[in-house]
């Protein structure tokens, strides 16, 4: 008596495989739609130009509370924020010698601190009661996939890409 050495898959079996394949296919598709890169270019097209300008522009809140950084323009925010130190209505005291971007140095850039959960820390950049006002935007971070866009684009120098 000879035993086969395997059995043929059950059409149930079949059927379970091709489901796990299908999810996956469609699960790396759709993170495809959202994907954001860690050039500027990008995150100014997904977020900057999108959910911050409206308030960064001459005239609006932000320009109101000493923040003069246009976001409606792509060379302007990247201007703006490269060369800014904090100069807004609430971290002007603690934070005045904090800039806005330091290529390189997310610790170093109060983007960071506004934008990504991990870096907002007390004493920021070395401050003492340097806090980033991260409730500025509805209380709300970045999503994970553009913190990481920010963060790499920091640490990768902050080019104008
Ligand atoms: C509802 C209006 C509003 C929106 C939306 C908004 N901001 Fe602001 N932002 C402000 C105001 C007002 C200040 C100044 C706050 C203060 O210092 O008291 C500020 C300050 C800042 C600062 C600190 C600058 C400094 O010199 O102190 C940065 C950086 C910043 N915003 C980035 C952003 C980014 C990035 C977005 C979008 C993701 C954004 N803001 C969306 C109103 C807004």
Known sequence: MTKPSFRPK???A???????FLTVLLFTACQKQESIEPT???I???RLSKSCANCHQPGAQADQANVHIDFRDKLA???????SYVKGLTG???CNSVKLVTGGFPEQSYLVGILVSAYNKNNFAGQIGCQPINDHIEGQYASPAEQEAILNWILSGAPYN
Do not use: D, I
Request: with cysteine; charged share 10%; glycine share 4%.
């Open 44 to 46: 100014w097209e997904h």
């Open 77 to 83: 925010a990247y201007n703006g924020l490269l060369a």
């Open 14 to 20: 079949r059927l379970a495989t091709c489901a796990l």
């Open 40 to 42: 500027f270019s990008s």
């Open 10 to 12: 059950s059409p149930l």
């Open 92 to 94: 002007s005291t603690t």
